[in-house]
């Protein structure tokens, strides 16, 4: 299996290069980022961290102190916007209560222990969790989304109804623990999967050598 994710990974690596993903200035930009992106696209995300850039409120203090209904309208354009403001708030309660408003101070723990902990937090979902663990903190935690499940079932690797855990649970059960790694084949999935893995497949000039059952590595 070890060899076939291997494979997977330096055939989408020659296609499309390294994606320098997640493009943020810093940590708590991506922590912000993955809330916000819950349910939206990239671009609504951009625009609402524009909006929190331009009134200074991309900070885990600026967020604190704002009132719910203002940081809900900043972020309008990430749509969900009421439901996200809350979210947003609830993680930087968190931040504060138990890491004292630190996110240096929050990824210095054991990071399986942080998942848990952050699983706990409202409106941090798994992918969510996993988004803040290998994009913001640098630990080897790998992100599974619509796109590497749509895929990896395609490929015959997991089943089409398989929970997060166990599709999570391909790479990390078969792949080394490396951060970097899983950040570059996160990034390489994604990318993908918005040019030819989408839910109508677009199989030509794939280079996964798509056919119309299934992936076909060559």
Known sequence: MKDRLLEIYDLLLARYGHRHWW??????EV??????????????????????????????????DVPVA??????????????KSIRLKAFVA???????????????????K???ELLGVPGIGRETCDSILLY???????VVDAYTKRLFSALGLVSEKADYETVRS???????????FYNE???LIVHHGKEHCRKRPRCAGCPLHVCPSAIHLQ
């Open 136 to 142: 913001a903190g640098g630990k080897p935690s790998f």
């Open 185 to 187: 084949y996160h990034a």
């Open 31 to 64: 922590c912000v980022g993955a809330i916000l992106t819950q349910n939206t696209n990239w671009g609504n995300v951009e625009k609402a961290i524009a909006n929190l850039k331009r009134d200074g409120l991309l900070s885990p203090e600026a967020l604190r």
């Open 94 to 112: 968190h931040l504060f209560d138990h890491h004292g408003g630190s996110l240096e101070r929050m990824f210095a723990g054991e990071w399986r």
């Open 23 to 28: 493009p943020a200035e810093t940590p708590f």
């Open 170 to 180: 391909l790479f990390m059960d078969n792949l080394p623990a490396d951060h970097r």
């Open 114 to 116: 942080l998942r848990e």
């Open 70 to 83: 203002v940081l809900a309208d900043v972020i309008r354009p990430s749509g969900f916007f009421n439901v």
